[in-house]
């Protein structure tokens, strides 16, 4: 019989009355998720071979695609959003692996003969079960309907389907219990109707973890009876619904099944045996019977879904082992799919052998395709830790199998050997399971702190069967405290199925690897394909064509702002010029580049400023976001993203952000920066709407879950412990019934016949032995007490209890405890040996005991037996518990990181920026690839591995920014191998710039000192410069050199478990010569001591700690430190060893890296040597290091106070020798108390310094002297001395003390006269001030006893007492018997104890004080009242009900565009923030938001048109213009044109015509400086500064001391007495001071070596010439200077240079200079003169006038810095108003900058340049107030405005420094502002309007056209303009007035007035004075506010009269 033929038949039956078969379906499975049950996916076996009848291995995914079609009913697609869905994989990763294999595939034909044989089956089961149908579908018709469920109602779910799929899928799992209610009802016709559409809406939901939970719990047979019931009723029933709803019903329900069958396979097999049988047959008979239009797709695409439920029940009955996956070939071959592959290793992975062949990854040219791409990177990041544990493995099995005794070291890999599982509990979001790896951790030594094992993240592997199977794990928690007992904890993944978890021993491996970043790049690169790959043209095909960033492409003519500038972003040459932007030219090239090419590359070498240009860019494209940010789906919304490869340098530039936008989220939990807690995601994260609501109800459903695993584990804790019996409640239900009835007394378990039963034993053996330890007894949790019926702690607390009453008992008592004492302890005894004991496992014996019935019958030998059997299978039982609590746990939790992941979306598409490491981009994938940041900055680009930042991008990626240098460390990876021949270690960044692609190099450095600089330059970088900041910089105190390289040839140890190695001499050496460079002075914060080694690092870090000066001295590793920088470095190469094996220091990058830290001095410690013959890189260093004298076995350190003493050190003892900082000389310097200073030589001063001589002063009359040390206060006199005492008693007393004052101490006895009590007291105290010690015996009012000592003197009838006891009253107004909590004395009060009270207006609990009353209480709960809208109501349950906040997605009606808002707010079209799609009616693109009208808007777009300036150039106009040209004003501020001037500095300035305003203010020039300043130095500094102090070395000298100030500080005056002395002549006055005395002219009597006279003077220094023996030198000299060869001539030698003159010709040259300011100066080398005494005066002369300029220059820095301060405030006074609100940011940077100078100190540069500009901004400032209301209240006070806040935002532009230039520029425009207002204020004199007069006319036009010239303002003729403006106000002022007659004719009839009335105010305008004319009280002028009036008929002198007064009066 053919189906149509059965269905015709099987609807007669119906029709007919006849009965028809129900469908019957199995009994109900456990709900598993098939991720849980990976066997059915494993055993499809060779069922599957040729789906596709290819030939070819096929996999499950692709079984199901054969026979599932996609699913083309979705409620997306019948909204008309596209075609039809792929169709999703089944299982995880791990199964879809698996190559399965299926029956051959021929076609239709095939399918449609299968299906017809599976209805030929059904049609005979059919017939045959008749009436079990008929019965039912007579109890269909006649069913009552379904009882309403709350939520669920018909009108509500009608609601729910017009929710969008995730939010009605949450709302589903919030109410699942409801909707679980619904179900298992029988439901109306039209309520199947609406849950089969509901449920096909949730299906294209992207939450799939919550779908298939929701679907595991919901879907269970006999809802799927009812949707398939009625699909038949439909028919059968003949029910009125339209062909399109019976359609639509049929598509709901399919897509259903799919989901079943797609979601959950393995309970699809169970529940779906006939149900897509019975949908095809009711489909048949629609066509047939009813005439419906079936879709041909739709049946055949059930037929297709019939026979795969088929094939799935086929597959469950027959397993078959899979096959394993063949691996990658080199040569990669299409079609092999990688997600297949398990991302955590197999046990197959673990044991495979040989070399596993892979692609290595291209480096030169493209790749095949994104899948060659994708694959190969998988699989090398597979591979990269597959590898060392694979190895190690295989080298471990292999020695565990071999007899030989030799054990080869396993690299990579530990292994643990009898390692268990101890416990399992949830701590957060985790299940952590402890393991006891080393039980005998005591007695370890092994430094925990220090070592590397067990690091967090780890893979650990566990085995019980040499890796045939494994269990996998994560250490997540590294307690040393938990490391040192042998303990770790770590969380367990993939599928746990061993229920023998915690009995058996396993093997644990351990892999150094930190997994964690693993895992998530290769899940994150499992989700990439075709279709959402970001970026392929530059990463797979690596083009080097420069594309603009797609939102850049569409609108090319976008204008960015910056500051006050605004410039087409893609025209370079019409950018602000780069000082405006701060950068150098280097930065300014690649700044343009990142912010114009789709992939921009920076490549910085050290020092160059990379995150400080990184965060320029990002700075400028948020302040231009709306350039890149909207489109259809973004509503304005989406942040950029910035990725780091570390936290810290994700913390540093995100730290960095925060100086322009708060508006900030940091992903992830690892950062250690305070300043970011804030801006975390997990603080920031908003919880809102319905998915709140499900996270609440799945959080609850995890905490009850973690409570159940808890208890469950600590109940098997307590089984497996052995430390007492077992309590008969857990241990019942494994008994035999006869067992169990045996201890039971009165119904109820007893335990104490347990303990008796069990331990009846003890007396068999009569132990009874006392002599029991019993302290090694463990505690028992205070939970877990009840477990146990007895214990040992038990026991041991009695036997104590009974130990301590036998101490007090006597006689028989005491005879009766000992007894039970022994009882007691053999007791313990006995049940200690029990329970451990080994059982072993006998099923036959139990169950032999089971049929006895006489427990007491058994030997206590068999009743333990039986006991151990129950306890065996209640360990079994908790532990089987376990597993299933710990499998909900994992689905729940999965469930709650989608609503998280949703929830998350939402907080971060408000920010502007998100940061994330790689490893944590790589986790949120999911999370990103919704996100869609169309901008991603990667920081540290070349150090991160290429797939770390590949998954850091998503699909929507239109603009990549990689910023890194790859000649620093590069991608390190845990297989050698594989970075050097599979090319892992190039990065993303380095295989762009490898082919071709564009890239941009900094090349200006700011941090090392030159030196410094030429280890890396040129050797590693061909081009690099050094800023002129790093050409200043100081020598480093206290040694030779600046930098050095300490070679020696000590050798290396292994450390770390021979996994690191560490250098002893090197740790030691550099620890020593770390604390010598801080006591010259340096902060430990200035210095960080680098290693290559990580064993090193903790040798170092030992040795520190024992040094208390460097505690604070960072140490580090050289590959943590990049990107980081310090002052002083100290680097340690640890390399030393015969082999000459330098390891990874032979890496260039490496090498790179640590050479480049340092700023100022650098010191290596290696073997130069050895390093040299292995890399020629080194052979480079090692030449330069030659050149500069700065490598050797020693190192030189100079003293500070006697530079002569040199210091050569080698080993770290050296130093011992100088432990001070200083040399081995004495200080020798004289304290302030006249002692000289003993101590070793030392570089700090005395200050602080405590004399240590005796004091040795007399103190008294009887001569004593002080004995104290001489820094301490000598005091009184201290000497005892015996003296009477005027009672009578002797005391010995201190010298100083007068015997009357002494108190004697000698107790003495007295009978108190009041109270008549004896008591004792001091001899020196009288009766009456002594208190009674006796105790008061009076009874208080209250009733309690007196507290108090007797007091008879002080309220003896305690009326003023008050008793402190407490109250033993009820409260007041108490509704309980709550007690008072006051003290007795205090008066009760309302009772405040809280309660919890059903508020009566609502059902809400409410706590509350017991004396309220609930009436008066406001509900401040959640309302939970639904709106009208469906939503739930945000109020509180006190307020009024409205305000929907739910957010909804609504259309605009005007533009059709869908935003995001609040539910209750209506949509509008000035709303949406969507780009503007319409076209100008120019024909340009709109650029502007839809919201915004595009009329409103100006075209930015740039025309070809050009108009004149004001300033005379031509300026293209924007498209907008063409019509209407601006003013010549506006234009010239858009000219580009070259300014071309000469500066103040020479130098030409490069700035264009609008730049410069004209000519007006100049941008800074960037020129080197190269002036020589006043004390002789060169200006190193930029142009654009003011030339600042210098800061070499100051050069100052005497014979006494020298200068260690910088130069251009002024030098402090030698106060030392003057040593110019001869035989003649002798001065008396201060070094600092004019000698009081002439040059002595006698000739010198001394002789020189040679024998001859001396040719000088006496009392001056000899001159090493003679005249005998050197004639031709001293001829040279008498020439040199020009004088005549004199034979008495005197010669004179400079000492500071060493230079000899004749003594008359050097007078004469050195009296030529007298009135240049400059230092005295050698002739011939121009040295300064400071030592030679006889040219001393003239010497100080000079010097003090360079000291003046420095005074003057360096300036009073307190007195400058008041002043600043001062001139700020009076600013912030007069700019406080509304009219200077433009310049507002600008003023408030002043301010801060000016409040930040009075703590940080600011240098006099800084604070002269604050000063400068402050006057200038004050100026303007004053220049306005004090002429504002004198011009005219039109557009002119506007226009004067607006020039003023321009200016006063130019003059503060860059505060910190100010040039000539500027401070000219500035000048002269507050001088034109000044002019300008005065002839404003002139152009508003009522005179200036009505004058008749023309002879002040030409003189007015000379000062308007020179003011408003737009050329800079000529300062030298601001008085000569400043003189006509008030010459013109004089003439204006004689001139007659032209009122106009008739209206004053008309004035003055109205009012009658006559001549005398009329007078002007101060500034020109007329009033009038009624009565008779004079004045008689003042008031101000209506136009300007001036006083005008008088009083007692006398005008005030500022007015005037007015004589031009009308006719005829």
């Known amino acids: 019989m053919n189906l149509e033929s059965l269905s015709e038949k099987l609807y007669a ?73 792929p169709g999703r994989g089944m299982g995880t990763s791990e199964h879809r692996a698996n190559h399965v294999s299926g029956r051959k595939w021929n076609g239709p034909a095939q399918q449609n003969s299968s299906s017809q044989e599976l209805m030929m089956k059904s049609s005979e089961q059919v017939t045959s079960n008749a009436s079990v149908f008929e019965s039912m579908l007579s109890k269909k018709r006649t069913q009552q309907e379904s009882e309403d469920v709350p939520g669920f109602r018909f009108t509500q779910m009608k609601e729910l389907l017009k929710k969008d799929s995730s939010e009605l899928l949450m709302h589903l799992t919030a109410k699942k219990s409801d909707l679980s209610c619904l179900l298992q009802k029988n439901l109306r016709p039209d309520m199947i109707m609406l849950v089969a559409e509901m449920f096909a809406k949730v299906s294209s939901s992207d939450m799939k973890e919550n779908q298939s939970a929701l679907l595991a719990q919901l879907v269970q047979p006999s809802v799927l009876d009812q949707f398939s019931s009625h699909a038949l009723n439909i028919v059968a029933q003949n029910m009125k619904y339209s062909h399109e709803e019976i359609i639509k019903y049929f598509e709901n329900i399919y897509v259903l099944y799919h989901d079943v069958v797609d979601i959950l396979p393995y309970k699809a097999s169970e529940v779906l045996k006939y149900h897509p049988t019975n949908a095809v047959m009711a489909l048949q008979n629609l066509k047939t019977i009813r005439k419906v239009q079936v879709p041909l797709k739709l049946e055949d695409d059930y037929k297709t879904l019939m026979a795969y439920v088929e094939s799935l029940l086929e597959l469950h009955k027959s397993a078959l082992p899979k096959k394993p996956r063949e691996k990658i070939k080199r040569e990669w071959q299409p079609g092999i799919d990688f997600r297949q592959l398990s991302i955590h290793p197999l046990p197959e992975d673990l044991l495979r052998k040989g070399n596993v062949d892979i692609c290595p990854a291209i480096i030169e040219g493209p790749y095949k395709s994104v899948e060659h791409y ?147 790049v290769m899940r994150a690169l499992q989700s990439f394909n075709e279709n959402n790959f970001p970026l392929r043209e530059y990463l797979i095909d690596v083009s080097s064509d420069l594309h603009l960033p797609s939102y850049l492409a569409n609108n090319p003519g976008a204008n960015y702002t910056f500051d006050r500038f605004t410039f087409p972003v893609i025209e370079e040459y019409m950018w602000p010029p780069r000082e405006e932007l701060k950068v150098n030219e280097s930065q300014f090239k ?73 508006n900030i989220i940091r992903v992830g939990s690892q950062s ?174 139990p169950a032999e005991l089971a049929i006895v019935k006489n427990l007491n019958d058994l030997h206590p030998e068999l009743r333990w037996v039986l006991y151990q059997h129950w306890c065996s299978k209640a360990v079994e039982h908790y532990q089987e518990t376990l597993m299933q609590e710990r499998r909900n746990y994992k689905v729940i939790h999965r469930q709650k990181s989608e609503i998280l992941e949703d929830m998350y979306l939402g907080t971060i598409l408000d920010c502007d920026v998100v940061g994330m490491t790689t490893t944590g981009a790589a986790k949120h994938q999911a999370l990103l690839q919704k996100l869609g940041s169309k901008i991603v900055i990667v920081e540290e680009a070349a150090e991160a591995m290429e797939s770390h930042i590949v998954v850091s991008l998503s699909a929507k990626c239109e603009h990549l920014i990689l910023i890194g240098d790859h000649k620093q460390l590069r991608p390190s990876t845990a297989v050698y191998k594989l970075a050097k021949d599979f090319n892992m270690e190039i990065s993303l960044f380095e295989r762009l710039l490898m082919n071709g692609v564009r890239f941009d190099t900094l090349r200006i450095q700011h941090r090392m000192r030159p030196d410094i600089a030429d280890l890396v330059y040129p050797a590693v970088y061909p081009v690099l410069e050094n800023h002129p900041s790093v050409l200043a910089y100081e020598d480093i105190l206290g040694l030779k050199k600046n930098l050095y390289f300490i070679t020696h040839t000590y050798r290396e140890d292994t450390a770390m478990d021979d996994l690191s190695k560490k250098n002893q001499h090197e740790a030691e050496f550099l620890i020593a010569l770390c604390r010598h460079i801080i006591l010259q002075g340096y902060d430990p914060c200035q210095i960080t001591i680098l290693t290559t080694y990580l064993g090193q690092l903790f040798l170092l870090t030992e040795e520190r700690e024992r040094h208390s000066l460097i505690k604070n001295v960072r140490i580090a590793v050289v590959d943590n430190f990049q990107g980081e920088e310090n002052d002083i470095i100290l680097l340690s190469l640890v390399r030393n060893n015969e082999e000459g094996n330098v390891g990874f220091l032979a890496s260039e990058n490496r090498i790179c890296v640590a050479l480049s830290r340092a700023k100022k001095g650098l010191y290596i410690m290696g073997n130069i040597d050895m390093l040299s013959k292995k890399s020629h890189l080194w052979a480079e260093i090692r030449n330069v290091l030659q050149k500069k004298e700065a490598v050797g076995t020693h190192l030189t350190l100079q003293c500070l106070k006697h530079p002569e003493q040199l210091t050569e050190v080698s080993q770290a003892q050296d130093f011992d020798n100088i432990s001070e900082g200083g040399c081995r000389l004495m200080c020798g310097e004289q304290l302030n108390c006249g002692h000289m200073c003993k101590k070793l030589c030392h570089v700090q001063g005395h200050s602080d310094f405590r004399c240590h001589e005796t004091c040795g002063k007399v103190m008294c009359i009887r001569d004593h002297r002080c004995q104290k040390l001489c820094w301490q206060n000598c005091g009184d006199c201290m000497v005892p001395v015996e003296s009477n005492l005027p009672c009578g008693h002797k005391a010995t007393l201190p010298c ?176 949406c923030k969507e780009k503007c799609t319409r076209m100008r009616s120019c024909g340009h693109p709109c650029t502007a938001v839809c919201g915004i009208p595009c009329s409103e808007k100006k075209c930015e777009s740039m025309s070809s048109r050009t108009s004149a300036a004001a300033c005379g150039h031509l300026v293209r106009l924007f498209c907008d213009e063409v019509s209407v040209v601006p003013s010549p004003k506006i234009l010239m501020k858009r000219c580009k044109e070259a300014c071309g001037k000469i500066l103040e500095c020479s130098h030409r300035c490069k700035g264009t015509c609008g730049q410069c305003m004209q000519g007006r203010i100049h941008i800074p020039c960037q020129e080197k400086c190269g002036r020589n300043l006043i004390c002789g130095h060169e200006c190193t500094v930029s142009c654009s500064q003011t030339c600042p102090p210098c800061k070499k070395k100051c050069f100052v000298i005497c014979e006494h001391s020298k200068c260690k100030n910088m130069c251009g500080k002024p030098c402090a005056p030698c106060r030392e007495q003057c040593g110019w002395q001869c035989e003649h002549k002798k001065c008396k006055k201060k070094c600092s001071e004019l000698c009081d005395r002439l040059p002595c002219n006698e000739p010198c009597k001394k002789k020189l070596k040679c024998g001859h006279d001396c040719i000088g003077f006496c009392g001056e220094k000899c001159p090493e010439l003679c005249r005998v023996c050197n004639p031709e030198e001293v001829d040279e000299i008498l020439t040199f200077l020009g004088t005549d060869d004199d034979e008495n001539a005197r010669f004179v030698i400079l000492p500071d240079c060493g230079h000899t003159f004749e003594s008359t010709g050097l007078e004469k040259w050195l009296s030529m200079g007298q009135k240049m300011v400059k230092m005295l100066e050698c002739p011939m080398c121009k040295t300064p003169i400071q030592q030679a005494y006889r040219y001393g005066n003239e010497a100080k002369i000079h010097f003090s006038n360079v000291l003046k300029v420095k005074y003057k220059i360096f300036g009073n820095l307190k007195q400058i810095n008041n002043g600043v301060i001062k001139s700020a405030l009076k600013l912030k006074s007069l700019t406080s108003s509304e009219d200077f609100k433009k310049s507002k940011s600008s003023l408030d940077e002043l301010h801060h900058l000016v409040w930040r100078s009075k703590k940080a100190h600011f240098g006099a540069f800084v604070l002269n340049s604050l000063e400068a500009r402050t006057e200038f901004a004050l100026s303007i400032a004053e220049h306005w107030h004090e002429l504002k209301n004198k011009v005219s209240q039109d557009g002119t006070l506007q226009d004067c405005l607006n020039t003023a806040n321009l200016l006063i935002r130019n003059i503060l532009s860059r505060l910190e420094m100010i040039s000539l230039q500027e401070h000219s520029d500035f000048d002269g425009e507050c001088k034109r502002f000044h002019l300008m207002m005065l002839l404003r204020a002139v152009q508003n004199l009522y005179e200036f309007k009505n004058s008749h007069s023309t002879n002040w006319i030409e003189k007015y036009e000379i000062c308007r056209v020179t003011i408003e010239d737009v ?63 004079r004045a008689m009280q003042t008031g101000r002028c209506n136009e300007c506010g001036a006083a005008i009036g008088g009083s007692h008929h006398t005008l005030l002198h500022t007015n005037r009269s007015l004589r031009n007064y009308p006719e005829g009066i």
Not at 598 to 614: E, H, N, S, W
Not at 698 to 704: K, M
Not at 1929 to 1957: F, N, T, W, Y
Request: proline share 4%; net charge positive; hydrophobic share 35%.
């Open 13 to 85: 039956d119906i029709e007919g009355g006849k009965s028809v078969p129900k469908v019957m379906l199995e009994r109900e499975v456990p709900v598993n998720d098939e991720r849980e049950n990976p066997k059915i996916w494993r055993n499809f076996g060779e069922r599957g071979k040729n789906v596709r009848g290819n030939g070819r291995m096929g996999n499950l995914g692709q079984a199901r695609n054969a026979f599932l079609p996609s699913r083309p009913y979705s409620s997306q697609n019948r909204r008309g959003r596209g075609g039809s869905r």
């Open 374 to 520: 994708l694959d190969v990177q998988f699989n090398l990041m597979r591979e990269d830790f597959l590898i060392p544990l694979r190895e190690g493995i295989a080298n471990f099995v292999e020695q565990r199998s071999s007899k030989s005794n030799k054990r080869k070291q396993i690299e990579n890999v530990r292994f643990y050997t009898n390692v268990r599982f101890l416990n399992q509990f949830i701590e957060g979001d985790i299940i952590v399971t402890e393991v006891l790896f080393n039980c005998r951790a005591k007695k370890s030594r092994h430094n925990w702190k220090r070592s590397k094992r067990f690091l967090y993240g780890s893979l650990v592997c566990f085995t019980s069967d040499m890796f045939s199977s494994v269990l996998l794990g994560i250490i997540v928690d590294r307690s040393v405290e938990l490391l040192e007992k042998g303990i770790l904890r770590c969380e367990l993944i993939g599928n746990i199925r061993d229920d023998n978890l915690f009995k058996r021993e396993y093997i644990m491996a351990e892999n150094e690897i930190y997994f964690e970043a693993y895992q998530h």
């Open 672 to 845: 250690k920066n305070e300043k970011l807690n804030e801006y975390n995601l997990r603080v920031v994260r908003k919880k809102k709407g319905m998915r709140a609501l499900a996270l609440y109800g799945i959080e609850g459903e995890l905490e009850q879950c973690a409570r159940a695993m808890n208890h469950s584990n600590g109940l098997l804790k307590e089984c497996l412990r052995n430390v007492g019996i077992l309590s008969l409640e857990y241990l019942c239900r494994w008994m035999a019934p006869n067992h169990a009835s045996w201890f039971v007394v009165d119904g109820i378990l007893n335990d104490n016949m347990l303990v008796e039963w069990l331990l009846s034993g003890a007396y068999f053996l009569n132990m009874m032995n006392t002599d029991v330890s019993m302290d090694d007894t463990e505690p028992i949790p205070g939970n877990m007490v009840d477990v146990y019926a007895e214990n040992l702690e038990n026991l041991r607390n009695y036997v104590i209890q009974l130990n301590d009453e036998a101490l007090r008992a006597e006689g028989y008592e005491l005879e009766t405890i000992q007894n039970m004492v022994m009882m007691y302890v053999s007791r313990f005894q006995y049940l200690k040996n029990k329970l451990t004991e080994k059982y072993e496992q006998n099923e036959e014996l």
């Open 1296 to 1471: 100083h003390m007068d015997p009357k004052e002494y108190k004697c101490p000698v107790e003495v006895s007295v009978k108190l006269p009041n109270c008549e009590h004896e008591n004792k007291k001091l001899c020196c105290l009288g009766v009456d001030k002594v208190n009674c010690s006796f105790p008061c015996d009076s009874r208080l009012p209250c009733g309690h006893v007196c507290p108090k000592k007797c007091h008879v003197y002080v309220d003896p009838e305690h009326l003023d007492f008050k008793c402190l006891r407490p109250c033993s009253r009820k409260n007041v107004e108490c509704k309980e018997e709550h007690i008072c909590q006051r003290k007795c004395h205090e008066e009760c009060s309302v009772c405040m104890y809280k309660v919890k009270r059903k508020l009566p207006n609502c059902d809400h609990y409410h706590d509350m004080y017991c004396h309220q009353d609930p009436l008066i209480i406001n509900c401040h709960k959640p309302c939970k009242k639904k709106l009208k809208c469906g939503h739930d109501c945000p109020k509180r349950c006190l307020d009024e009900c409205g305000g929907c906040q739910k957010i909804v997605q609504k259309e605009i009606p005007d533009c059709k565009h869908v935003m995001t808002m609040k539910c209750c707010e209506v949509p509008a079209r000035h709303m």
């Open 590 to 662: 690649a700044l343009h580049s990142a912010l114009t090419k789709k992939c921009a590359v920076i490549q910085g070498p050290p020092g160059t400023g990379k995150t400080y240009l990184g965060l320029i860019i990002a700075k400028l494209l948020l302040k231009n976001s709306n350039r890149w940010r909207g489109g259809l789906h973004d509503n304005g919304k989406g942040p950029m993203l910035v990725v780091c490869f570390t936290n810290h340098a994700l913390d540093q530039f995100l730290e960095g952000m925060l100086s322009f936008t708060e």
């Open 1911 to 1973: 050329k800079a303002f000529p300062k030298d003729k601001y008085s000569e303009i400043f003189n006509k403006i008030h010459e013109v106000r004089k003439l204006l002022s004689a001139a007659d007035i032209g009122i106009p007659r008739i209206e004053m004719k008309q004035v003055v009839q109205a009012l009658g007035l006559h001549q005398g009335h009329w007078y002007t105010c101060p500034n020109g305008h007329v009033f009038v004075i009624g009565e008779c004319g």
